[in-house]
């Protein structure tokens, strides 16, 4: 071993570890998990570290990550293309569920851990990250995609019924109507809902501009 590693002092050797790239932090975990003392510590940080999950912690999150895609990325990959016209609508949807995407990967692992109550929760914050994405985002992207963090929404929410009980849906359905409750006017209709014709109209003026361009 290099000397100067070894005459470093602790505190100083830390940098070595934050150097790490997670691949290879994984690859170190999994070897030390061989000694059988270090293994049940790991184990126990890594429970701890798992079951930090925080429903509006991630709502936040989410909504943080959506509304800060910056329109000039849809306009890059949209539009007249080398493999020809790409709709900015159809574009502005790959990637808001793109970025969701990355969400849904780390609630997948709860539900492999078998932590379902952690999962719930994790779902519950992406559902809620959407729809207040949809309701008061406000970034320029947003008006490309109105609807979309709705149908996202509705996706996860149909995937979900595949794999969980019917208790577990109805709790996780909640969560999702729960944007929709409240807000009626006195003929039933929601206030957001014109707004959101609103948006429409404003993105299908843009759509027009832009072929014409």
Known sequence: MDKDVVNDSDSSQLKFIEALSREASIEILLELCKDGDLAESIVAMAKIDLAAVDMDEIADEVFRSLNSIQVEELWDNSGSTSWGYQEPTDVAFKMLEAEVDAYLLEMEQYRKLGMTKKEKEYCKGILTGLCRYGESGNNEFRDWCPDDPYTIAENIIYEWKKKHT????????????????????????FIWEDDLK????????????????
Do not use: C, P
Request: charged fraction near 50%; glycine fraction near 8%; charge should be negative.
């Open 166 to 189: 019917a208790e577990d849906v109805d709790e996780i359905q909640a969560v999702y109507d729960s944007f929709f409750s409240d807000g009626a006017d006195e003929d039933g209709r």
């Open 198 to 213: 609103e948006i429409r109209k404003t993105t299908q003026d843009k759509k027009n501009k832009r072929k014409k361009g």
